[in-house]
């Protein structure tokens, strides 16, 4: 069973950071997860975001945005959390700037479950009062706070739980 704070730590999330460019996000996201996966470069984490940003925007919308990507020899997900102090351009289709980014890093071989998980997650960071939350937070801590009690919402999480390998 894959829990959110298995994958995310408190030391994976920034709280009011700045960001001039969604590059600098991607790079700002890369130096969060590679305390939790030290084999990797961040540059390498970089370049694969920016790699999988060129086949399509990760934003979701609503101030939100979800990079996500493969990386070889990585073998657990990894993943953090930004909440920028003022929003940048993401290409979003929706034309609005974003202010939250989630940021996953997956293993190379991916399997259903992993893919559920993409899905459960980008479903999670929909949800109006998790955002909402987040944006109201004021320090890393709380926005950590936040991100762990969305773990309540059964109906969106339940998947990461139940599709998720143990």
Do not use: W
Not at 109 to 132: F, K, N, P, Y
């Amino acid at each position: 069973m894959m829990l959110l704070e298995l994958i995310i730590k408190p030391d994976s999330v920034l709280c009011n950071a700045q960001a001039t460019s969604k590059k600098h996000c991607l790079e700002i996201l890369s130096e969060l997860l590679v305390r939790h996966a030290p084999q990797i470069s961040t540059e390498d984490i970089v370049s694969r975001l920016i790699e999988r940003e060129r086949l399509g925007c990760t934003g979701l919308g609503q101030g939100v945005a979800f990079p996500h990507c493969r990386i070889p020899a990585l073998h657990t997900s990894v993943a953090a959390l930004i909440k920028l102090s003022e929003p940048v351009d993401f290409d979003c289709y929706d034309g609005n700037p974003v202010d939250i980014v989630f940021g996953l890093i997956v293993p190379q071989d991916i399997d259903a479950t992993h893919q559920a998980s993409i899905v459960s997650i980008a479903e999670l960071l929909g949800d109006r009062v998790l955002r909402q939350n987040i944006r109201a937070a004021e320090t890393s801590k709380q926005l950590y706070d936040s991100l762990m009690e969305s773990e309540g919402s059964p109906v969106v999480f339940e998947r990461i739980t139940a599709a998720s390998p143990g």
